[in-house]
């Protein structure tokens, strides 16, 4: 493609680099794994986390997320992934 735009207009100057996200993009792209981590820590430590905050009853989520713990993790941390490439590509640009 580069030769192609350099051979058919001649003097231009092709630079082939990724355009970078923008700032919010990359600034949610670097709380994504804190998010992933926070989740994976309460579906595995959850029975203590919870009364240590004051929190006698923990959320009705925390069941669903707590009664297939391998399930969970392995979502959140496939989901957690694939919106961290997405932050970070520059394709879909908004």
């Known amino acids: 493609m580069k030769n192609m735009l350099e051979a058919a207009f001649p003097g231009i100057n092709v630079i ?9 993009k990359r600034l949610l792209s670097k709380v994504v794994p804190i998010v992933q981590v926070g989740i ?9 986390i919870f009364p240590r905050l004051g929190i006698a ?6 069941y669903s997320l707590s009664v297939n713990k391998f399930r969970s993790i392995a979502g959140t941390w496939l989901l957690g992934n694939f919106i961290q490439s997405y932050l970070q590509s520059s394709i879909w640009c908004f």
């Open 16 to 24: 082939l680099a990724n355009h970078p996200p923008s700032a919010p």
């Open 40 to 48: 994976i820590g309460i579906v595995i430590a959850g029975e203590q």
């Open 57 to 62: 009853t923990p959320p009705s989520s925390y």
